[in-house]
C-alpha cells in the first residue's frame, strides 16, 4: 500500500536545516484521491521481506535560506521500475545527486546495496550507473572511444569491454556514429552515449536524471526499450522526471516530491489511487489541483 505524507511535516522550505534529533518523516490523513497508508511491495528476501535497492533516511539539503531537501526517509524497492516526480524546484535532481555520492547532504545517510554512499564510496559506485541531467562528456572522443576509456577507468577487460561497448552501440543505434566526435552528437545521441557509459558495467541501480527531456520519440523509444530490458534482468532503474504520462506508462513504484518532501510513495496503482490519471492525483498531492490561470488573463486573447 501506498503512503503519504502530510504537507505540513517537518523542515519546510525556507527552514533553517535539520531540527534536533529530527527522526524523519510520518504518515497522514488522506482523501479520495489520496494514496492510501501502509508500505509498498517489493523484491522479497527469503523471510518474505521487502528488499531495498537504496534506503535513505533524515536526508537534508541546504542552499543559503532555502532548504532544498528536507529530512527525506525512504526506502526504493530493487528489481523495479522506480519513478522521483516532483514540480520544477521540488528537489529531484538535489536528491538524486546526494543518493549517488555527487553532492554531500548536510546530514542523513544513504545506503544503496547494504553499502554506505559516503563511507563507503567504492563499493558503491562500482554498484550503480549514473545519467546526471546536463551530463558532460569528453567531447574530443568518438562514442567508441569513450566507451573504451570507461571500460579502462572501470578495470573491465579490454576485450570485454569491446564486447559489451558494441552490443550497446547497436541497441541503442549508435553503431553508425561510433567513430563520429561526441562534440558532433545530437542530444538524442548524447543522452544514449550516456546511457551506454552508465550500463558499461553492469551496474545493479541505475540512476536517470530527467533522461527523456530533449529527446526525439525515435530515440526516447530506443532509450525505453533499453531500460525496459535491463530492469527484467532484475536491475533497479531510479529515473526522475516531472512528466507524470511517461512515468505512469514506465513505472511500478513512484515517490512524489514537493517543496523538499516526500508527499506520496508507493505502487502505481497506489499512489494513483482513485484519481482518473497519475497526473491528477499528483496535482492533488502537490497542492495545485486548485490553480488556474483563466480568471486572472481574462485579457488575452485574440479579440479587441
Same mark, same amino acid.
Given at each position: 500500500m501506498?503512503?503519504? @505524507?502530510?504537507?505540513?511535516?517537518?523542515?519546510?522550505?525556507?527552514?533553517?536545516?535539520?531540527?534536533?534529533?529530527?527522526?524523519?518523516?510520518g504518515t497522514g490523513p488522506g482523501d479520495e484521491w489520496a494514496a492510501r497508508p501502509g508500505a509498498a511491495e517489493g523484491a522479497g528476501t527469503a523471510d518474505g521481506t521487502v528488499r531495498s535497492a537504496v534506503r535513505v533516511r533524515n536526508l537534508w539539503k541546504q542552499f543559503g535560506e532555502q532548504v532544498a531537501v528536507s529530512g527525506i526517509d525512504l526506502d526504493l524497492p530493487a528489481g523495479r521500475f522506480v519513478? &522521483?516526480?516532483?514540480p520544477n524546484g521540488a =528537489?529531484?535532481?538535489?536528491?538524486?545527486?546526494?543518493?549517488? =555520492?555527487?553532492?554531500?547532504?548536510?546530514? =542523513?545517510?544513504?545506503?544503496? *546495496? =547494504?553499502?554506505?554512499?559516503?563511507?563507503d564510496p567504492a563499493a558503491v559506485k562500482s554498484r550503480i550507473g549514473v545519467l546526471p541531467e546536463g551530463l558532460r562528456l569528453f567531447e574530443r572522443l568518438s562514442g567508441e572511444e569513450l566507451l573504451g576509456y570507461l571500460g579502462a577507468l572501470r578495470g573491465i577487460p579490454a576485450d570485454e569491454t569491446e564486447r559489451r561497448a558494441g552490443q550497446l &552501440?547497436?541497441? &541503442?543505434?549508435?553503431?553508425?556514429?561510433?567513430?563520429?566526435?561526441?562534440?558532433?552528437?545530437?542530444?538524442?545521441?548524447?543522452?544514449? @552515449?550516456?546511457l551506454a557509459a552508465a550500463l558499461l558495467h553492469n551496474p545493479e541501480v541505475?540512476? &536517470?536524471?530527467?533522461?527523456?527531456?530533449g529527446v526525439d520519440p525515435v530515440s526516447a523509444q530506443i532509450i525505453?526499450?533499453?531500460?525496459?530490458?535491463?530492469?527484467?534482468?532484475? *536491475?533497479?532503474?531510479?529515473?526522475?522526471?516531472?512528466?507524470?504520462?511517461?512515468v505512469e506508462s514506465l513505472c511500478d513504484w513512484v515517490a512524489v516530491l514537493a517543496t523538499g518532501h516526500i508527499r506520496a510513495y508507493g505502487s502505481l496503482e497506489e499512489v494513483r489511487g482513485s484519481a482518473p490519471s497519475l497526473h491528477e492525483a499528483f496535482l492533488h498531492l502537490v497542492g495545485a489541483g486548485d490553480r488556474s490561470a483563466d480568471e486572472r488573463l481574462d485579457w488575452l486573447g485574440g479579440g479587441a
Open positions: 501506498a503512503t503519504e @505524507i502530510p504537507r505540513d511535516g517537518h523542515g519546510g522550505a525556507g527552514g533553517t536545516g535539520p531540527p534536533e534529533g529530527a527522526a524523519g518523516q519513478g &522521483l516526480v516532483g =528537489g529531484k535532481t538535489t536528491t538524486l545527486s546526494m543518493v549517488t =555520492g555527487l553532492l554531500r547532504p548536510d546530514s =542523513g545517510t544513504v545506503e544503496i *546495496a =547494504g553499502h554506505d554512499v559516503w563511507r &552501440l547497436d541497441v &541503442l543505434d549508435l553503431s553508425g556514429a561510433r567513430n563520429k566526435l561526441i562534440v558532433d552528437y545530437s542530444t538524442g545521441m548524447r543522452k544514449k @552515449i550516456g541505475l540512476f &536517470l536524471d530527467e533522461p527523456f527531456e525505453r526499450g533499453v531500460l525496459e530490458r535491463y530492469t527484467r534482468s532484475g *536491475a533497479t532503474v531510479v529515473f526522475s522526471s516531472h512528466v507524470m504520462e511517461l
